[in-house]
Nanobody
């Protein structure tokens, strides 16, 4: 079991940027693929980006070209750099394993983009 804590959210104007962090506990972090997910009010949780243990990345269509996922295994942390933010990016952002079975979901971090 890995414990994951998200941070870095906030309120930003459209076109702005934020960097989210996902800090993980446990010595197995470097061997785990991690994904960033988001859930907007009234909508299902969706995957935004993923990074494998080897650093291969994947992005959802709606964020490709604007978001960048990266990892620092020495710090047990995965980052999500978000640029050119849009109001439709407003959601609670979570991190968890790349694929099911998932660890327990954390509190997430709120991202609000104003128009």
């Amino acid at each position: 079991q890995v414990q994951l804590v998200e941070s870095g959210g906030g309120l930003v104007q459209a076109g702005g940027s934020l960097r989210l962090s996902c800090a993980a506990s446990g010595s197995t972090f470097s061997r785990i693929g991690i994904g960033w997910y988001r859930q907007a009010p009234g909508k299902q949780r969706e995957v935004v980006a993923r990074i494998t243990s080897g650093g291969t990345t994947w992005y959802g269509v709606s964020v490709k070209g604007r978001f960048t996922i990266s990892r620092d295994n020495a710090k047990n942390t995965v980052y999500l750099e978000m640029n050119n933010l849009k109001p439709e990016d407003t959601a609670v952002y979570y991190c968890n394993r790349y694929l099911p079975p998932f660890d327990s979901w954390g509190q997430g971090t709120q991202v609000t983009v104003s128009s």
